[in-house]
């Protein structure tokens, strides 16, 4: 005879878990990119997601725990500059996320 286990409660707070190893934000910084560079990151990734499944963005929660050490991951894993791009030529997440918000600013904004 065992006793039954209480159920756990569910509840969401943020992690506070560090993601990204230490200095991360400053080694990745080191390497600055230019409008174009970024551009044709964009384009790059927009390719890799038409070539590559099973990527799925990261949840608001994780995003904000990676932009708290100033850092972020591109689609395939890598980790880069907040708004940066990976040693493969990706973008970061929050760049693809930010451009999609301005996307759809822009659609609201025009009728
Ligand atoms: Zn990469």
Same mark, same amino acid.
């Given at each position: ?5 209480? !159920? ?72 880069? !500059? ?30």
């Amino acid at each position: 005879m065992t006793d039954p286990v209480p !159920p756990q409660p569910i509840t969401r707070v943020p992690t506070g878990r560090l993601w990204a190893a230490p200095r991360l934000a400053e080694r990745l910084g080191a390497r600055p990119i230019t409008v174009e560079q970024l551009a044709a990151a964009l384009a790059r990734t927009h390719e890799w997601f038409e070539a590559n499944s099973g990527w799925a963005p990261p949840d608001p929660e994780t995003l904000a725990d990676w932009a708290a050490e100033g850092a972020c991951r591109a689609p395939d894993d890598c980790w880069t !500059p907040l708004h940066g791009v990976c040693r493969h030529g990706l973008v970061a997440w929050q760049v693809v996320i930010d451009e999609l918000e301005e996307l759809d600013a822009a659609t609201l904004r025009k009728p």
